[in-house]
């Protein structure tokens, strides 16, 4: 078993598709492919052929590139078997399946919220999380058709998840995910600490991710709705109100 290389490439205005691929190997997957030349140009840069597509969730701007390269490479795309907005499905999943790929076990975690049938996969071998639009660094997805009971159940789950874990996201929100979380927790020193690092990478236009979730479980506001400092702010023991309070706050920041 060895260890995948995980390339993080920019898709449109500011998304992330990852390749995935181990040492040497001529086949490679992709997470949320939408930006078919960028793509194109990561598989070409790494000499390898697709032979997976991993979808957490059916919006466009994680799936438009599908039926271009399904087409090119004949690549398999894996998705959460009761979307049927997903496109081209050949190997559907449920929660709590377990998946090999490239001899590495992802575990499928479903994670409504952002929408219904996301779902985020955890190779448990090297404890890396390829969590689309559920979390973010310093945040989490909209909640496009989930309720804030659900959002904040599939946060919890994750919050469980081994605190080494590199979390690789689907955008780079983190300033502005910085920013809000600032302005309701701005005496947290380590935060104020991130946000220089976080800012340092922006001006070399390097990215912020991946995170690692023992750094987000003491950053992250939307991970810490059971903190007082929140349920002060938000005037709430409940963890899943503060939850509905913070993000709507967030949506209108």
């Not at 390749?19 to 992709?30: D, F, Q, R, Y």
């Not at 071998?125 to 945040?139: E, K, N, Q, V």
């Not at 989490?140 to 996201?169: A, H, N, Q």
């Not at 929140?230 to 939850?243: L, T």
């Amino acid at each position: 078993m060895q260890k995948p290389n995980i390339y993080l490439f920019p898709q449109l205005s500011d998304n992330y598709g990852y390749l995935v691929k181990l040492p040497h190997a001529k086949e490679a997957a992709i997470v949320d492919p939408s930006d078919l030349e960028m793509c194109e140009k990561i598989l070409d840069l790494n000499d390898c052929s697709l032979s997976h597509i991993l979808l957490t969730h059916h919006h466009d701007d994680h799936t438009a590139a599908v039926a271009d390269l399904k087409k090119k490479y004949n690549a398999k795309v894996i998705g959460h078997e009761l979307d049927d907005q997903l496109p081209n499905i050949d190997i559907p999943v449920k929660a709590n399946e377990e998946i090999s790929i490239f001899n590495n076990t992802y575990k499928i975690i479903s994670t409504p919220g952002h929408t219904m049938q996301h779902i985020c996969y955890f190779n448990q071998d090297y404890s890396i999380l390829f969590a689309g639009d559920t979390l973010f660094s310093l945040g989490c997805g909209r909640m496009f058709e989930g309720t804030p009971e659900l959002f904040w159940k599939s946060l919890s789950i994750l919050k469980k998840l081994p605190k080494d874990t590199l979390v690789y996201c689907g955008h780079e929100y983190t300033h502005s995910n910085l920013l809000f979380a600032l302005s309701i927790d701005p005496k947290n020193e380590d935060l104020i600490t991130y946000g220089g690092w976080i800012k340092k990478q922006g001006s070399d236009a390097r990215p912020t991710i991946p995170t690692e979730l023992r750094k987000e479980l003491n950053l992250n506001p939307f991970l810490r709705c059971e903190d007082e400092v929140f349920q002060k702010i938000y005037n709430s023991k409940d963890p899943v109100e503060v939850f509905k309070k913070m993000r709507l706050a967030k949506d209108n920041f």
